[in-house]
C-alpha cells in the first residue's frame, strides 16, 4: 500500500509560536485529510485537502499533489493545539481506503 | 458529526476468549473501517466495509473477522484474543459525498491478560 510519512514526530512549543507539519506519500492520492487527535484521544477531521490550499482560523493547508506533500500550517499556537496531527492518504489505485501516518505529537506549553 | 457509536468503550479480557466490538452509525454511509492505534503506529487498517455484506481487509487483517448485516452496524471480533491484540480500536465512517471526510467514532479500549 501507500506509504505516509510524517515529519517532526514530535513538536514543543512556547504558546504564541507558529509551526509546520509536513506528510509525505508515495503515490499519487484521490483524497487527503488532516487529523487532530486530542488528549482525550477524539479523532477531529481539520481539512480536506487533496490540492491545493485551506485555511480555517489559525490553521491553514497545502497539498502540492505533484510532488507527494502536504503542509499544516499552525499560527499563533495555544494550548489547546496540544496533541497529535495525523495525515491520512487514499491512493488513487486503492479507492476509498485510507492510510494514516505515524502523526506529529505536539506540546504547547504556556 | 455522523453519529458513530462505539461499544463497549473499555474492555479487559483474557488470552484466548472472544471478543466482539460494535460500531453503529446513524448517517447511512456505505463505507466504514476499524482501525487500530498503537503507540509509534498510528492508525492502521484492519477491515473495511463497502455496503452491507461487502467486506475488505486492510493492513493489519490477521486474527480479526467482520460482518456487515446492516448499513448502520459494523462488528469487529477477534475469534481467540492475544495479548498483541492490546490496543485502542476506532471505527470511522466515510461521507462520500461532497468533502468526501472520514468520521471517527470515540474508540474502544480493549486490554487482553
Known amino acids: 500500500g501507500i506509504q505516509v510519512e510524517q515529519s517532526p514526530p514530535d513538536l514543543i512549543l512556547q504558546e504564541g509560536a507558529n509551526s509546520t507539519l509536513r506528510c509525505n506519500f508515495s503515490d499519487s492520492v484521490n483524497n487527503l485529510q488532516w487529523f487532530h487527535q486530542n488528549p482525550w484521544g477524539q479523532l477531529i477531521n481539520l481539512f480536506y485537502i487533496p490540492s491545493g490550499t485551506k485555511q480555517n482560523g489559525r490553521l491553514s493547508a497545502t497539498t502540492v499533489a505533484t510532488e507527494r506533500y502536504s503542509l499544516l500550517y499552525i499560527s499563533s499556537s495555544q494550548t489547546t493545539d496540544s496533541g497529535v496531527y495525523f495525515c491520512?492518504?487514499?491512493?488513487?489505485?486503492?479507492?476509498?481506503?485510507?492510510?494514516f501516518g505515524s502523526g506529529t505529537k505536539l506540546n504547547v506549553k504556556p | 458529526d455522523a453519529g458513530i457509536t462505539q461499544s463497549p468503550r473499555h474492555k479487559v479480557t483474557e488470552t484466548g476468549t472472544p471478543v466482539t466490538l460494535r460500531c453503529h452509525q446513524t448517517e447511512n454511509h456505505r463505507y466504514m473501517y476499524w482501525y487500530r492505534q498503537d503507540p509509534g503506529h498510528g492508525l492502521r487498517l484492519i477491515h473495511y466495509s463497502y455496503g452491507v455484506k461487502d467486506t475488505d481487509k486492510g493492513e493489519v487483517s490477521d486474527g480479526y473477522s467482520v460482518s456487515r448485516s446492516k448499513t448502520e452496524d459494523f462488528l469487529l471480533t477477534l475469534e481467540s484474543a492475544t495479548s498483541s491484540q492490546t490496543s485502542v480500536y476506532f471505527c470511522?465512517?466515510?461521507?462520500?459525498?461532497?468533502?468526501?471526510?472520514?468520521?471517527f467514532g470515540e474508540g474502544s479500549r480493549l486490554t487482553v491478560l
Open positions: 470511522a465512517t466515510y461521507r462520500e459525498a461532497n468533502t468526501g471526510e472520514l468520521f
Open positions: 491520512a492518504v487514499e491512493s488513487s489505485g486503492n479507492f476509498n481506503k485510507f492510510y
